[in-house]
T-cell receptor
């Protein structure tokens, strides 16, 4: 079974600053995917970034980047030049690539990010 | 193209009733999965359908069921509603497996009174 842990219930950052959200996971599989989703007050889950476990290179999407440490089973999200619109709940999630776990995302508990002007 | 569409967005039901929620995936997506989100339990996987077949199921009682139609639209049903079923129900779709990006709908808010 997979588990995903986000140890920071809440984080805050000043506008234009950088913040890092932590995530650790556990799986015995070698082929899996990791995600960060953003859930604003509207509750729509929005994909922020996706990492394929077999890729060594860390994924980046504009101001968002990850630090993927496969051996340590760590997957942190760095948000650079934070904006007010980044304020939301952020979820770390994992998904196996195949087998009997098709389409099953395992989520962490979430981190509430507050952005101060 | 249109995103994942869930209906209804909000509904209130009475204990003991049943409810059906609908999800239309992104065009071309054949995998549809459902999640329950509550303050206490967080996000929990309910089940996943692909080509009208349930491929995976979470740890929920048999009162929770679902199905998928030939056009990939999916419905989930909760029978004999309990107060604890009050939650945001999220539907997600992807092309096939976790190899593809998983997109979410806006959710259906269910309140059981």
């Amino acid at each position: 079974a997979q588990t995903v842990t986000q140890s920071q219930p809440e984080m805050s950052v000043q506008e234009a600053e950088t913040v890092t959200l932590s995530c650790t996971y556990d799986t015995s599989e070698s082929d899996y995917y990791l995600f960060w989703y953003k859930q604003p007050p509207s509750r729509q889950m929005i994909l922020v970034i996706r990492q394929e476990a077999y890729k060594q290179q860390n994924a980046t999407e504009n101001r968002f980047s990850v630090n993927f440490q496969k051996a340590a089973k760590s997957f942190s999200l760095k948000i650079s030049d934070s904006q007010l619109g980044d304020a939301a709940m952020y979820f770390c999630a994992s998904c196996l690539a195949g087998g009997t776990s098709y389409g099953k995302l395992t989520f962490g508990q979430g981190t509430i990010l507050t952005v101060h002007p | 193209k249109a995103g994942v569409t869930q209906t209804p967005r909000y509904l209130i039901k009475t204990r003991g009733q049943q409810v059906t929620l609908s999800c239309s995936p992104i065009s071309g997506h054949r995998s549809v999965s459902w999640y329950q989100q509550t303050p206490g339990q967080g996000l929990q996987f309910l089940f996943e359908y692909f080509s009208e077949t349930q491929r995976n199921k979470g740890n929920f009682p048999g009162r929770f069921s679902g199905r998928q139609f030939s056009n990939s639209r999916s419905e989930m049903n909760v029978s004999t509603l309990e107060l604890g079923d009050s939650a945001l129900y999220l539907c997600a779709s992807s092309l096939e497996t976790g190899r593809n990006t998983i997109y979410f709908g806006e959710g259906s808010w269910l309140t059981v009174v």
